[in-house]
């Protein structure tokens, strides 16, 4: 079952369908672990079971190839002793992009200004035509224009770097892996699905996406395959859930 609208549609009909394993939800973080905080949905993190996370990216931060930083730490100083001179786009007031960058900003005591687009290509479009300093966003459309060399790409929002974009700072590497947002996608199903049915839907799906073919196109797509399953991922989507959640709350964009 697809999703839309943030993907919280979808995610309603899939927990109000019988829990038969038949019915599941392919989902990104956003209706999972964003939009349960910032508008009105009718489920919670107990009305399903997380049965894979598939993929992964991390949300990246880029400027002009004009501007001063050359990397993370370099930007992140000047964007930290310059209050609200600068301008971040990214893909929406509240969605995952902006709680991404901000949940890095509140740990170093960064203020700057968020402007809203319609989404990534529309962010990018404002870098490009000088009407904001800075690209929060997702990796593939900024890439031909890092390789033209009219973007640098300076910071990741995930725990660890990346082989798209090798000379951009990691959390890691600036002591925050722990504040970690990435866009991943997964399955969901209802809650009491047999554990019988789970495991048959569990293997199915990590099967399919570690496919060669799987694997390769999302690779193409800017994101790898990355599998986590069970408690381990319900703990993340829990951990997600309230550290974004806070973020919200601090922006006001709570519902």
Known sequence: MPTTAGGSIGVTQMVRS???????????????TVAPHTMPVSYTLQDYIPVAQLTSAPYVMCVQSSFA???GKALMKTLREAPNRYSFGTDGAGGPGQLAAQR??????????DIPYKGAGDTLMALLGGHIDLYVGSIPPVLPYVKNGKVKCLQLTSADKVAALPQATSLNELGLGEEQTLLWRGILAPKQTPPERIRVLEQAFTTAAQAPATRRFVEEAGEQVTIVTGEA?????????????KVAQGLSLTK
Do not use: C, H, S
Request: charged share 25%; glycine share 10%.
């Open 18 to 32: 019988a829990p038969d394993g038949n019915t599941v939800a392919g989902v990104w973080l956003g209706p999972v």
């Open 69 to 71: 930083a050359d990397d």
């Open 104 to 113: 890095i900003f509140n740990r170093l005591d960064i203020r700057q200004r």
């Open 233 to 245: 991922l319900r703990k993340q989507i829990e951990q997600e859930y309230t550290a974004l959640g």
